[in-house]
């Protein structure tokens, strides 16, 4: 099993950049699929991307270009590189661990993207 830490989250302004990191507790990190999605206001959780354990991402085509997913399985992480950040990429953040039947989530980080 995975326990998993969000961090980096904050207020920036639009065009402005963030990155995400997500701090992964327990065994066998490499193994798992690792992904990003989000939560805003009054909406349903979405996916944002997902990284396999291979190392091949699959990003939302809302951030296609913007976003950018990397694992450091040395470091039991994944990050979230954003740029270009719109005010409707503002939500919580959720880290995603996943293998087989197992689901694991973080606590989320909030985003905000306000001038």
């Known amino acids: 099993q995975l326990q998993l830490v969000e961090s980096g989250g904050g207020l920036v302004q639009p065009g402005g950049s963030l990155r995400l990191s997500c701090a992964a507790s327990g065994s066998a990190f490499s193994f798992y699929a690792m992904g990003w999605y989000r939560q805003a206001p009054g909406k349903q959780r979405e996916l944002v991307v997902v990284?396999?354990?291979?190392?091949?991402?699959n990003y939302a085509d809302s951030v296609k270009g913007r976003f950018t997913i990397s694992r450091d399985n040395a470091k039991n992480a994944v990050y979230l590189q954003m740029h270009n950040l719109k005010p409707e990429d503002t939500a919580v953040y959720y880290c995603?661990?996943?293998?087989?039947?197992?689901?694991?989530w973080g606590q989320g980080t909030q985003v905000t993207v306000s001038s």
């Open positions: 995603n661990a996943a293998l087989g039947n197992y689901v694991s």
């Open positions: 990284i396999s354990r291979g190392g091949n991402p």
